[in-house]
Structures are given as structure tokens and as C-alpha cells.
């Protein structure tokens, strides 16, 4: 396996978060030909033609939103640089190696949403992403490309840093986003509907991650049939994958969409695990999803799941970020504390997930300490069914409690007999807690 990059092109030069070394290697030239080559409604055409969809997660299109949002007068696009999935540091690494490519993306999307502001959120606890972001957008500034008329289109866009809280509840960017950036209650706000556009300060705005505004540049620099012609037909381009855990070279590697599987990522760009074993897991932002044999035919593809593209394997690709767990560490220990840890972010307005994913929280502590009688499965699995279909069924506002339910689902396929050998009486607690290294300690080599 190969790495392919389009998001991360140039990461591996020296001083990349430079302006000038961007600008050498065509930097802004996609924002240029955006701004002055063709109009807003040509953009959105372009990246429609790509098929470019969301990163964040939820892999929806990126230009069929723009279009229906065109008519709704969008007044600014909110940067969502906040990750707050266990094992995530894509978008921040992008804020911190490559800050001009995120700025040129950011004006590219602005342009083609006709908004003249942009509201960076980004985590206020990652100090050497906020300074090189700050200096990147110093840099941007002084050379002319915010604030300014630019090109024949003579659209100037202003860009705001707001440092915000973390980890945030990992559903709620797009209505919690807004209300910090108006120093409101730190809560999700309710949507009109699934598609209803989030408000700032009485007007809608767009809210993206920082990995989907990356591919941008590269999208109109070199065009949307190159982008087009990676991939599969429904999820085409790469993914950048965030890879940590026991493997030997934790990192970050951008991939063609569908060009191997996660036993690849290991093997040919991870350096492999650390020891050998036959219980390896895989967790997919933060969810079980895979153990033993699957780990080496599942593809790295977000149309082979069945969240998002209603694949045969079943889960949540979710974002392309993946922890390793050898049998060190035995499933439900690290499930237990990510799912205590995710029940802990929600912010109290919706009894289901305040009370629903503490109860989960509760059941999976219980279980992994083992010996305990009473743990009910059946009525442990109907909680859980409860909580996966909350915001669909109007008991949630963010839908944050599916991420509990994603935990317990992925738990309860890739490890059952762990389950039901814990919920025996007399069973000892899992405490063989193996040191995984985070993203925090992680070294990033490109
Ligand atoms: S689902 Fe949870 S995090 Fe989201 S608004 Fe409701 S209580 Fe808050």
C-alpha cells in the first residue's frame, strides 16, 4: 500500500507551514482561479464534479450542501478545529504542518457560500496549533488574501480565531460551534431539522472541519476529474488516517479511498504491531470494529460499512481515525472508559443521553470489573437500541448518544463472549490496562 496525498500534499517538506514554501509549491493558486478564473457558482460545480464529501465523519456531499445552501443567504463559515474523537489528531496536525492550505480552503469555501467571515474554533488547549495558525493567518493577511478584494470577483473575507473549550461532545459541532463563538451556554442548540442550517448571531452559517476544506486547493488547482478518478464511484478521492495505538510507527497517512485494508495500514505504513498476537482490535473513532482475522480483509472504505455507505461490514467508518489494541488491553477495558468518558461530555439537556449513556457507562464498568450479579444483557442491549436511534427519533438534540450506543454495538459484535464471560458470577475485573500512547505523545515523521 501507497500513500496518495491530496490533503496533506507537502507535508513532508521542511517549513511547510511557511507562506513562502507554499507559494512556491502553487499555494493559493486554487483560491486564485476560484476568486478570479470562474464564479462562486462554477466553484460549487467543481466540487460537486469531485464528489468531495464530508471528513468530519459524516461523509455527506460537500457541494450538493453548498447548492441547496446557496439561496440562504450564508453570512459566515465556522471552522470546526476541534477533534474530540479518542484517538483523532488529523485535523490538528493539518492546523499545525500545513495552516495555509486550511486558510486557502476556508477562502475557497467562503467564496463559493458567498460569506464574509470565517470563525476558526479551535481547541484552546493545543497551543502550538492556535500559534502557528495565528501566524499563518498574520502571514495571509500581510501578503493580501484576507481581508481584501480579491481578484475580478472583488470578494474580501475576514477570518476570526476563536479558542474554544475541549473535547466537546464529538455530534454537536455544527449547533454547539456558534454558541460558544456568542459566548452562549456551552450546549448544542435544537435544528429545525436535519438539513437546517446552523445561526450565528440571527444569521445561518456553514460549519465544516478542517480536513474537508483542505482538499479544496487541490480540488481547483488541479481539478475535479483527478479527484474523481480515486476512490470508488460513491466515495472517491483519499482519506487521511489517523493511526495510533500499539503499532510501531504511530501517524498520520493519507490513502486512496478503498486501496487496502486496515491490516495494510498496519503492516505497510504503521511498521506493524508492536507484538504479535492473534486478539488485535481495531477501534474506528473510538468504537470497536474489528478483531483478529477481519482486521486484514476489511477495506479501508467508507461505502464497504454500513454507516456511511450501507456496506455488508457492519459499523461506523467513521472518520478514518483507527487505535490499535494488542491483547494487552482487552476490548471492553478501553471501551468502558471511552464510553464513561463520552457519557461525562454531554451537557445535560436531553434526559436520553444524560441519563441513557450514564447507564450504559454504568452497565460496561460493572461488567469489566466482573463478579458482579444483576448486569441484565437483555435489558442492556434494549438501552442500547434506545440510544442508537435517540436523535432520530427526537430525543436528542445532537445526537451525541449514538456514540455511546456505537461503543456498546461495536463491543457487543467484536467481543460478545468477553460480555458474557464478565457477566458471570465470581469472574475477576479486567485490569491488565496497557499503556496506549495518545495523540499527545505521538511524534509525527513525514
Ligand atoms: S444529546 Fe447530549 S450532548 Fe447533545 S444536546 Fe442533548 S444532552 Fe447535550
Known amino acids: 500500500m501507497q500513500e496518495r496525498r491530496w490533503l496533506l500534499e507537502g507535508v513532508e517538506r521542511p517549513d511547510a507551514d511557511a507562506l513562502d514554501v507554499y507559494r512556491r509549491n502553487g499555494g493559493y493558486g486554487g483560491a486564485w482561479r476560484a476568486f478570479d478564473e470562474i464564479d462562486a457558482r462554477a466553484v460549487i460545480d467543481e466540487v460537486e464534479k469531485a464528489g468531495l464529501r464530508g471528513a468530519g465523519g459524516g461523509w455527506r456531499h460537500v457541494g450538493t450542501r453548498w447548492r441547496q445552501a446557496a439561496g440562504q443567504d450564508v453570512r459566515a463559515l465556522v471552522v470546526d478545529v476541534t477533534e474530540s474523537e479518542a484517538g483523532r489528531f488529523?485535523?490538528?496536525?493539518?492546523?499545525?504542518?500545513?495552516?495555509?492550505?486550511?486558510?486557502?480552503?476556508?477562502?475557497?469555501?467562503?467564496?463559493?457560500?458567498?460569506?464574509d467571515e470565517v470563525y476558526l474554533c479551535i481547541r484552546a488547549d493545543w497551543r502550538r496549533a492556535r500559534s502557528v495558525l495565528g501566524h499563518a493567518l498574520a502571514e495571509a493577511e500581510a501578503a493580501g488574501w484576507i481581508g481584501r478584494p480579491l481578484g475580478r470577483s472583488g470578494h474580501?473575507?475576514?477570518?476570526?480565531?476563536?479558542?474554544?473549550?475541549?473535547?466537546?461532545?464529538?455530534?454537536?459541532?455544527?449547533?454547539?460551534?456558534?454558541?460558544?463563538?456568542?459566548?452562549?451556554?456551552?450546549e448544542p442548540r435544537a435544528a429545525d431539522g436535519v438539513d437546517a442550517l446552523p445561526t450565528l448571531f440571527g444569521a445561518s452559517v456553514f460549519v465544516h472541519c478542517a480536513a474537508t476544506l483542505g482538499y479544496l486547493p487541490s480540488i481547483l488547482s488541479r481539478g475535479a476529474d483527478a479527484f474523481r478518478a480515486l476512490g470508488g464511484?460513491?466515495?472517491?478521492?483519499?482519506?487521511?488516517?489517523?493511526?495510533?495505538?500499539?503499532?510501531?510507527?504511530?501517524?498520520?497517512?493519507?490513502?486512496?479511498?478503498?486501496?487496502?485494508?486496515?491490516?495494510?495500514?498496519?503492516?505497510?505504513?504503521?511498521?506493524?504491531?508492536?507484538?504479535?498476537?492473534?486478539?488485535?482490535?481495531?477501534?474506528?473513532?473510538?468504537?470497536?470494529?474489528?478483531?483478529?482475522?477481519?482486521?486484514?480483509?476489511?477495506?479501508?472504505?467508507?461505502?464497504?460499512?454500513?454507516?456511511?455507505?450501507?456496506?455488508?461490514?457492519?459499523?461506523?467508518?467513521?472518520?478514518?481515525t483507527i487505535v490499535v489494541a494488542d491483547e494487552s488491553v482487552a476490548p471492553i477495558e478501553l471501551a468502558a472508559n471511552w464510553l464513561r468518558d463520552a457519557a461525562e461530555l454531554g451537557c445535560g439537556q436531553c434526559p436520553g443521553c444524560r441519563e441513557g449513556s450514564a447507564w450504559l457507562?454504568?452497565?460496561?464498568?460493572?461488567?469489566?470489573?466482573?463478579?458482579?450479579?444483576?448486569?441484565?444483557?437483555?435489558?442492556?442491549?434494549?438501552?442500547?437500541?434506545?440510544?442508537?436511534?435517540?436523535e432520530a427519533d427526537g430525543l436528542s438534540i445532537c445526537g451525541h448518544p449514538t456514540v455511546a450506543a456505537l461503543i456498546t454495538q461495536g463491543l457487543l459484535q467484536i467481543a460478545p463472549e468477553d460480555l458474557s464471560q464478565q457477566a458471570k458470577p465470581g469472574v475477576e475485573p479486567c485490569t491488565n490496562d496497557g499503556p496506549l500512547r495518545t495523540a499527545d505523545s505521538i511524534h509525527l515523521r513525514f
Request: hydrophobic share 40%; net charge negative.
Open 90 to 115: 488529523r485535523d490538528r496536525k493539518l492546523a499545525e504542518r500545513l495552516p495555509h492550505r486550511l486558510i486557502e480552503g476556508a477562502l475557497i469555501a467562503a467564496h463559493a457560500l458567498a460569506a
Open 156 to 186: 474580501a473575507v475576514k477570518f476570526q480565531v476563536h479558542p474554544v473549550p475541549g473535547p466537546l461532545p464529538a455530534r454537536g459541532g455544527d449547533h454547539l460551534l456558534p454558541n460558544l463563538i456568542e459566548c452562549s451556554r456551552p
Open 233 to 320: 464511484k460513491d466515495f472517491p478521492g483519499t482519506v487521511a488516517v489517523s493511526v495510533s495505538g500499539h503499532v510501531r510507527r504511530p501517524g498520520l497517512f493519507e490513502i486512496e479511498i478503498g486501496s487496502g485494508s486496515f491490516g495494510d495500514v498496519i503492516d505497510d505504513l504503521a511498521g506493524g504491531t508492536v507484538a504479535d498476537g492473534e486478539s488485535l482490535a481495531i477501534f474506528c473513532d473510538g468504537a470497536p470494529a474489528l478483531r483478529g482475522e477481519a482486521i486484514w480483509s476489511a477495506p479501508v472504505d467508507p461505502a464497504a460499512w454500513s454507516h456511511p455507505g450501507g456496506g455488508p461490514q457492519m459499523g461506523s467508518f467513521g472518520s478514518g
Open 361 to 390: 457507562a454504568k452497565q460496561l464498568q460493572r461488567l469489566r470489573e466482573g463478579g458482579v450479579a444483576g448486569v441484565d444483557l437483555p435489558a442492556f442491549e434494549a438501552r442500547l437500541q434506545e440510544l442508537a436511534t435517540s
